[in-house]
């Protein structure tokens, strides 16, 4: 599956292992997120790109997460011209959530998609 010109999976393809970046803005991630998925909102991103550098796994896939989509599409292409093996999450967190996936308020309670 494509997004325009970006590879894009569904959640269901996703698995534990995956490293996961959500680049949904602070009260979006506050309100609920996948555990364990790092965090860096599209409105910094290329200031705070180093810390995907450090972050991500030398030679593995960086799945891009936003809220339905199309945030993520933006930055895995972005990521794509960087040379990383960026994929876009199709349906996002909504997706996540709907597909009964763990949501996260990051303070030990389950968080919920905004």
Known sequence: MHFG????????ALTSEDFLLDVREDDEWEAGHAEGALHIPMSDFVARYGELTEAAPADGKVYVLCRVGGRSAQVAQYLIQQGVDAVNVAGGMQAWEAAGRPVSDGKGGSGSVV
């Not at 010109?5 to 269901?12: H, I, L």
């Open 5 to 12: 010109s970006v590879p894009t999976v569904g959640v269901d």
